[in-house]
Antibody, heavy 113, light 111 residues
Framework: QVQLVQSGAEVKKPGASVKVSCKASGYTFISYGIHWVRQAPGQRLEWMGWIGAANGNTRYSQKFQGTVTITRDTSASTAYMELSSLRSEDTAVYYC??????WGQGTLVTVSS | DIVMTQTPLSLSVTPGQPASISCKSSQSLLHSDGKTYLYWYLQKPGQPPQLLIYEVSNRFSGVPDRFSGSGSGTDFTLKISRVEAEDVGVYYCMQTIQPFTFGPGTKVDIK
């Protein structure tokens, strides 16, 4: 069955970067793109961007343009989301998703001095 | 960006009774390909959102038939015919026309 397994929780200081991984299994990785969505405390879900697993093409939300980089390693069936210049407002649970139906378990990123 | 709104924002339901949630979008979600890209999710505490309904009215794999979706253009509705205890959580609508945006969520609990 389709599974997306994300890396573990992270604690970062303001100004640092964080890189979250999302390992896919149960399907042909290059057949589907991967989305990244975040959920800050008390906030609605927020789409950050997408990568086409076959060709590596990316699309980013305007809000995150310049601070988020999504990449993938097809040999490892893994997608990555790197967020730079972290601020306290970036404290959130970050999810990867394959299409609308399959989501990772979420990765809590806490930004605190 | 397309703005999604939901009403009500909270709902308390007696088990066995129906429930309904409305979702409105600031622009039509009808794509030029003829499909309408509106989705419904349920998020339980500590879990990722789970897809209930895709493209307005199609139940995702394994979703009980007490869940149904309807609507068109900018107005959509999720109905639960008979609420069960396991249906508690926050319900979100989402559009994927451009870019993806979510509603604020409707918190459903049991009376």
């Amino acid at each position: 069955q389709v599974q997306l397994v994300q890396s573990g929780a992270e604690v970062k200081k303001p100004g640092a970067s964080v890189k979250v991984s999302c390992k896919a299994s149960g399907y042909t990785f290059i057949s589907y793109g991967i989305h990244w969505v975040r959920q800050a405390p008390g906030q609605r879900l927020e789409w950050m961007g997408w990568i086409g697993a076959a060709n590596g093409n990316t699309r980013y939300s305007q809000k995150f343009q310049g601070t988020v980089t999504i990449t993938r390693d097809t040999s490892a069936s893994t997608a990555y989301m790197e967020l730079s210049s972290l601020r306290s407002e970036d404290t959130a649970v970050y999810y990867c998703a394959r299409g609308p139906g399959y989501w990772g378990q979420g990765t809590l990123v806490t930004v605190s001095s | 960006d397309i703005v999604m709104t939901q009403t009500p924002l909270s709902l308390s339901v007696t088990p066995g009774q129906p429930a309904s949630i409305s979702c409105k979008s600031s622009q039509s979600l009808l794509h030029s390909d003829g499909k309408t890209y509106l989705y419904w999710y349920l998020q339980k505490p500590g879990q990722p959102p789970q897809l209930l309904i895709y493209e307005v009215s199609n139940r995702f794999s394994g979703v009980p038939d007490r869940f149904s979706g309807s609507g068109s253009g900018t107005d959509f509705t999720l109905k639960i015919s008979r609420v069960e205890a396991e249906d508690v959580g926050v319900y979100y609508c989402m559009q994927t026309i451009q870019p993806f945006t979510f509603g604020p969520g409707t918190k459903v609990d049991i009376k």
